[in-house]
C-alpha cells in the first residue's frame, strides 16, 4: 500500500521551530523530487520549498529563506523541512508532495500527496 504520510505540525509561539516530517512507504523516494506545500485559509496552495533526487538542488520560497530547511534521508525514505523563527503568517496546513526527477511548483502533476498536518503559529 503506497502511503506519504506527514507529521510534526502543532501548535507554536511567534519565534518557535518545528521540524515537519513526510514519511514514504510502498514506493522509495529516491528518484523523486519532494516538495513542500503550504494552504493558507481562503488562499491558494503554494509551494516553499524542494528538493531534488540525491539533494542536488533545492528551492526556497522567498519569505521562508533562511529561516527554513529542507533535508531527506533516503535511507529511511523520509523528508524533512525545519522551520525556525516561525511567524503568524506561516500558518497554513502543510504538504508533502513527490514528483519524478525535479520539482514542480503547480499543485497538479504530482504522483503523491501527503494528507497535509496543521501548523498554527500564535501566541
Known amino acids: 500500500q503506497v502511503q506519504f504520510v506527514e507529521s510534526g505540525g502543532g501548535l507554536v509561539q511567534p519565534g518557535g521551530s518545528l521540524r515537519l516530517s513526510c514519511a514514504a512507504s510502498?514506493?522509495?523516494?529516491?528518484?523523486?523530487?519532494v516538495g513542500w506545500f503550504r494552504q493558507a485559509p481562503g488562499k491558494g496552495r503554494e509551494m516553499v520549498s524542494c528538493?531534488?533526487?540525491?539533494?542536488?538542488?533545492?528551492y526556497y520560497e522567498d519569505s521562508v529563506k533562511g529561516r527554513f530547511t529542507i533535508s531527506r534521508d533516503d535511507a529511511k525514505n523520509t523528508v524533512y523541512l525545519q522551520m525556525n523563527s516561525l511567524k503568524p503568517e506561516d500558518t497554513a496546513v502543510y504538504y508533502c508532495?513527490?514528483?519524478?526527477?525535479?520539482?514542480?511548483?503547480?499543485?497538479?502533476?504530482?504522483?503523491?500527496w501527503g494528507q497535509g498536518t496543521q501548523v498554527t503559529v500564535s501566541s
Open positions: 510502498g514506493f522509495t523516494l529516491d528518484s523523486y523530487a
Open positions: 508532495a513527490a514528483h519524478p526527477g525535479y520539482c514542480l511548483g503547480s499543485v497538479g502533476g504530482h504522483d503523491y
Open positions: 528538493m531534488r533526487p540525491s539533494k542536488s538542488n533545492t
